[in-house]
C-alpha cells in the first residue's frame, strides 16, 4: 500500500534541512575568517593582541611595516608557510589596531 504525500511534512522537513546546511556552512565560513590552518590562526591571534597594545597616539603601519613585524615575530620558525602566518599576522594586526584605536589612519 502506497503512502499519502503530505505537502506540509515536506516543506517542514526541507526548511528544517535547510536550517542546519546554514548554520554548519556559516560555522565553518566564520572559523575560516582567520586563517584555514592551526598557525595562520595562531598568527592572527598573535597579531590582534599586537595591534591592541599599540601604543595609545600610534597609527596604523604601513603595509611593509607590518611585514617586518611579521617577519620578526615568525623568524625562528621554520615550520609551515612563511607568507601565510604573514598574512594572518598582519590581518590580526590591523584587526586589533582598529579595535583600540578607532580614528587612526595609516601612517605616511
Known amino acids: 500500500m502506497a503512502r499519502q504525500f503530505k505537502p506540509v511534512r515536506f516543506f517542514v522537513v526541507m526548511g528544517a534541512a535547510t536550517f542546519v546546511v ?3 556552512t556559516a560555522f565553518y565560513t566564520h572559523r575560516a575568517a582567520h586563517g584555514r590552518t592551526a598557525e595562520e590562526r ?18 596604523l603601519p604601513t603595509d611593509a611595516d607590518l611585514n617586518m613585524m611579521a617577519q620578526g ?14 598574512l594572518a599576522f598582519e590581518n590580526g594586526y590591523t584587526d586589533g589596531f582598529k579595535k583600540t584605536h578607532h580614528r587612526q589612519g595609516p601612517a605616511q
Open 73 to 86: 615575530y615568525f623568524k625562528q620558525q621554520g615550520s609551515g608557510e612563511l607568507q601565510s602566518r604573514d
Open 22 to 24: 546554514s548554520g554548519v
Open 42 to 59: 595562531a598568527a592572527y591571534a598573535i597579531g590582534e593582541k599586537a595591534g591592541e597594545e599599540a601604543p595609545a597616539g600610534a597609527k
